[in-house]
């Protein structure tokens, strides 16, 4: 199975964020090897936008490797409304954490639903850990 690269203009992830992945992955248990990338509805309107390690690609999936295993994957629903984004790490003391920046450009995502993207995903995927930032309701 081969999956498309992540192209710079499609999704941006600081170096401080790829170092943080990096960190994480090689924390976790010796099975997981990625960060899967995923958005889901909130419920009002809006997004959610978060991570979870993740130990497979499935067919339709996207990559971005980097050094020194660097890896995150998206699935192509995630990916339409990650376009254009960045994903950084913040540092704050106790505060620190992921942010999701410059997501959810209404206008160029396609009109999916829920079923779609169980369908495309096989399942929704298991959250060893998650980071969501929730997106701007579309009203």
Known sequence: MTNLAIEDHDLTVT???QTKI???????DDDINMVRVFVSG???????YGM???????????IMEGDEGFRIVI?????????????DYSENGANSTFVFNNVFKAAEVPDWNEKQIEKDQGQAPQHD??????????S
């Open 15 to 17: 170096p401080a964020a």
């Open 129 to 138: 850990f998650v980071v969501t930032r929730h997106g701007p309701s579309s």
């Open 42 to 48: 909130d419920g009002d309107g809006g997004m959610d």
């Open 52 to 62: 979870t390690f993740a130990d497979k690609t499935e067919a339709l999936d996207s």
């Open 75 to 87: 699935d192509p629903v995630t990916l339409a409304y990650m376009k254009g984004a960045e994903i």
């Open 22 to 28: 990096r960190k994480l992955i090689h924390e976790a």
